[in-house]
């Protein structure tokens, strides 16, 4: 009878030091997430950001003197806005060859013209209408059309945001130790913490084409969830495609601003400016990247009527004008679509 008991107090023993286990393991970091306070924690620090980028584009929006702003975007040289136009262009095309990455990795058969066409249409939604409804519903929609499966469709979706993400952090990294931000609002960093930083978020670029190298194309799986990697040449494909994205597009800024900042400073403004976007989840940055840019750029020789006149038209040239091509190419694939009696097969209208 003995063994009885001393198996019931040992089960009592481990019922009782269980929960003291579970609290430990919910008390570590990696469960934070699973937290009650986590998503509260969250939204402060977005709510902070907000606060301050709300404030420092209201007060900014104060002091400018909005018909020099107009008169400024008057006064841009027909030829600077129809270069920087060129490069908006050959953006939105870089961008497209993103779905190839894609392509390859998922496997789908679709032609690369009309992979490149689906991309296009999309990126400008995504711009100016958030990542869920350009990144993930225009472009569901058109693969789905064409009879691409859901899952294919998010792999597909899934690589170009990490492509596009990938070539960001390496370019920053090479950034930080090309450009040195200004004060702005009586804040400064130190040049030898910018470029820490700037080393630590350019080495995650390489860490994953390293691992990318490393698998030689076998999956990546994290707690049960598999996550496909390419191997290492499309990897550094992806690097490449997307900082040569990057750059076209901080070209495009420093062509409107007549290159009278220098080209890193224009770049950064746009990387930074993307960022302060993503946080806040202001449709298609507006705002944002006026302050940002105002903050960067504005000096004595280079006013901020200057700077936001160039800001504006640079929207106007990448985000809106793009979103307007995008719209007549996703319309008119419609109305083909339901006018036809069998499956969609036709292409893509051409961007």
Same mark, same amino acid.
């Given at each position: ?8 107090? @040992?089960?009592? &023993? =481990?019922? $009782?030091?269980?929960? #003291?286990?579970?609290? !430990?393991?919910?008390? /570590?970091?990696?469960? *934070? ?44 040289? @027909?030829?600077? &806005? =129809?270069? $920087?136009?060129?490069? #908006?262009?050959?953006? !939105?095309?870089?961008? /497209?060859?993103?779905? *190839? ?86 804040w400064a960093v130190n040049t030898w913490q910018w470029r820490l930083g700037g080393t630590v978020v350019g080495s995650l670029a390489l860490a994953y084409t390293g691992l990318c190298a490393l698998r030689k194309g076998r999956a990546l799986t994290l707690r049960g969830h598999e996550f496909p990697l390419p191997r290492w040449p499309v990897a550094l494909w992806q690097v490449a495609v997307s900082a040569s994205n990057w750059m076209l597009m901080g070209a495009a800024l420093w062509m409107v601003l007549q290159a009278q900042v220098s080209y890193p400073a224009a770049l950064a403004t746009v990387l930074l400016g993307a960022v302060a976007g993503l946080v806040l989840r202001v449709p298609a ?67």
């Amino acid at each position: 009878m003995a063994h009885p008991t001393l198996l019931a107090d @040992t089960d009592t &023993l =481990a019922d $009782a030091k269980a929960p #003291a286990a579970r609290g !430990h393991t919910a008390r /570590g970091w990696r469960n *934070w997430p699973q937290q009650a306070w986590w998503p509260w924690a969250t939204r402060g620090v977005a709510a902070a950001f907000f606060v301050v980028v709300a404030g420092l584009i209201f007060r900014q929006a104060r002091t400018v003197d909005w018909p020099a702003v107009l008169q400024a975007v008057r006064d841009l040289p @027909t030829m600077a &806005l =129809a270069m $920087a136009g060129g490069l #908006a262009l050959l953006s !939105h095309f870089t961008y /497209g060859t993103f779905d *190839w990455v894609g392509r390859y990795c998922s496997g789908h058969r679709l032609p690369r013209a009309t992979t490149l066409g689906i991309a296009m249409t999309s990126y400008p939604f995504t711009l100016n209408l958030g990542s869920l409804i350009g990144g993930v519903g225009v472009r569901y929609r058109l693969y789905a059309r064409r009879g691409v499966d859901p899952g294919t469709i998010g792999q597909v979706v899934g690589t170009s945001i990490l492509t596009n993400w990938v070539g960001y952090l390496l370019l920053a990294g090479v950034l930080a130790w090309l450009w040195q931000p200004p004060t702005v609002a009586g804040w400064a960093v130190n040049t030898w913490q910018w470029r820490l930083g700037g080393t630590v978020v350019g080495s995650l670029a390489l860490a994953y084409t390293g691992l990318c190298a490393l698998r030689k194309g076998r999956a990546l799986t994290l707690r049960g969830h598999e996550f496909p990697l390419p191997r290492w040449p499309v990897a550094l494909w992806q690097v490449a495609v997307s900082a040569s994205n990057w750059m076209l597009m901080g070209a495009a800024l420093w062509m409107v601003l007549q290159a009278q900042v220098s080209y890193p400073a224009a770049l950064a403004t746009v990387l930074l400016g993307a960022v302060a976007g993503l946080v806040l989840r202001v449709p298609a940055g507006l705002g944002v990247l006026e302050a940002v840019g105002v903050a960067l750029l504005a000096t004595e020789a280079l006013g901020q009527e200057e700077v936001l006149a160039a800001l504006l038209a640079y929207r106007a040239l990448y985000y809106f004008g793009p979103l307007v091509l995008a719209m007549v190419a996703l319309g008119s694939a419609e109305l083909r679509w339901r006018n036809r009696a069998g499956p969609p097969t036709e292409a893509l209208p051409k961007i």
